[in-house]
């Protein structure tokens, strides 16, 4: 029987299994779901900025202030 490759667990730990030996699915709830989507696109906001900030992309605050009618 060929071996299947275990996956860790979301926090680490090995998969959950069946007295059968099949995966466990874990469910996770709605707002779970759209707290986590809200984080992963807030990291990747994050990344392109400190990218942007690396090839020389930045704005004085005066301008971002002005462009945005903040002040």
């Known amino acids: 029987m060929a071996q299947t490759a275990r996956r860790p667990g979301p926090n ?8 059968r030996g099949r995966s466990v699915a874990e469910v996770q709830s709605v707002t779970d779901f759209a707290r986590a989507q809200e984080e992963r696109a807030f990291m990747r906001a ?14 004085p605050l005066a301008e971002v202030q002005a462009r945005f009618g903040l002040k």
Not at 12 to 19: A, F, H, Q, V
Request: glycine share 14%; no cysteine; aromatic share 0%.
């Open 12 to 19: 680490g730990s090995p998969p959950e299994r069946t007295s």
């Open 46 to 59: 994050i990344v392109a900025g400190l990218a942007d900030l690396e090839v020389g992309r930045e704005l």
